[in-house]
């Protein structure tokens, strides 16, 4: 097991270009960056626009449903997220594994 | 050390003071992490390669007071076999949520984190409340007592300035500090 832990340097690359902005220390060679392509920078970039959006309080009308974004864009809402995941295929054509969905909760109460 | 930015929301709500009836608006922070579910066999150090498998990952919330992960139905059933499903606990269980009554069976889940500046965090198990189909099942959440959350892995609040305070959402870091490279 312990090999496994070992770090292969062509794994791991330095927190270059991330470093956070309020002066925590940094651990910087040792963070784990995945090296994505453009689809999958594209789909990280959903995940933060979707906080960003609800942050904003734009998506309160979609409270209690999963949301379903492609492209910074909402392309549908349902309690279910498999019956939303199965309409954006359908309807939308994308693949299932590009599709980000994510809960939008109701207040704190 | 492995480490990744927890993500904040922001809602706001109506408060009302008792006496004066006077309302305001108070905003309320939940800390949500990017899971990932991990095949069992994968080696520790598994990473996606090139892109998120996005069937796989979900969003959560960290919730300071669970001790159990909740997963709803749609979340979890499509990697039901890379859940190991304890022998010796019932298939169904029944929790009352609300005057719900919500059944689920306990599974142990081999997550893996992931946060919106594509740092990875490496897999481990939570004892996680895999709900039953009912669409008034909690919402996926990450339970901050959960065996995700041992091994040395701690929270960590980003001190911010007086300043940063009134313009930015708090910033919080889960740190991995057995990570060595």
Redesign the interface.
């Given at each position: 097991?312990s090999n496994?832990?070992t770090?292969?340097s062509t794994?791991?690359t330095s927190?270059e270009g991330?470093v956070?902005?309020?002066?925590?220390d940094s651990?910087g060679?040792?963070?784990?960056?995945?090296?994505?392509?453009d689809?999958?920078?594209a789909?990280?970039a959903d995940?933060?626009w979707i906080?960003d959006e609800?942050?904003k309080?734009n998506f309160a009308n979609y409270r209690g449903e999963y949301i379903a974004v492609v492209g910074k864009r909402v392309l549908g809402h349902d309690?279910?997220?498999?019956a939303l995941?199965e309409n954006v295929v359908r309807t939308m054509g994308f693949p299932?594994?590009?599709?980000?969905?994510?809960?939008i909760?109701h207040?704190?109460h | 050390m492995a480490r990744l930015r927890l993500r904040t929301r922001v809602q706001s709500e109506e408060f009302t003071y008792p006496g004066t009836g006077e309302v305001v608006s108070l905003p309320t922070y939940r800390l949500f992490i990017g899971l990932h579910f991990v095949p069992p066999t994968a080696r520790r150090d598994w990473k996606p390669t090139d892109r998120i498998d996005q069937m796989r990952r979900f969003d959560a919330v960290v919730d300071t007071g669970a001790m159990l992960t909740n997963i709803p139905y749609d979340v979890w059933e499509p990697f039901a076999s890379e859940i190991e499903w304890p022998a010796t606990i019932p298939a169904q269980n029944i929790v009352q949520v609300a005057g719900t009554s919500l059944t689920y069976q306990l599974g142990r889940v081999m997550l893996a984190a992931i946060d919106n500046e594509n740092r990875w965090m490496e897999p481990a198990w939570t004892v996680a409340r895999c709900w039953h189909f009912c669409e008034n099942a909690l919402p996926p959440l990450l339970g901050l007592t959960s065996p995700f959350f041992m091994n040395h892995r701690r929270l960590r609040h980003a001190r911010s300035t007086e300043k940063d305070a009134n313009e930015k959402l708090p910033e919080w870091w889960l740190e991995d500090p057995s990570w060595w490279s």
């Open positions: 097991m496994q832990l770090s292969n794994n791991r927190a991330a956070p902005r309020n002066g925590i651990p060679a040792d963070e784990i960056v995945l090296d994505l392509d689809e999958g920078i789909a990280q995940v933060a906080d609800f942050n309080g309690k279910s997220l498999r995941r299932l594994g590009r599709i980000v969905t994510s809960f909760d207040p704190v | -």
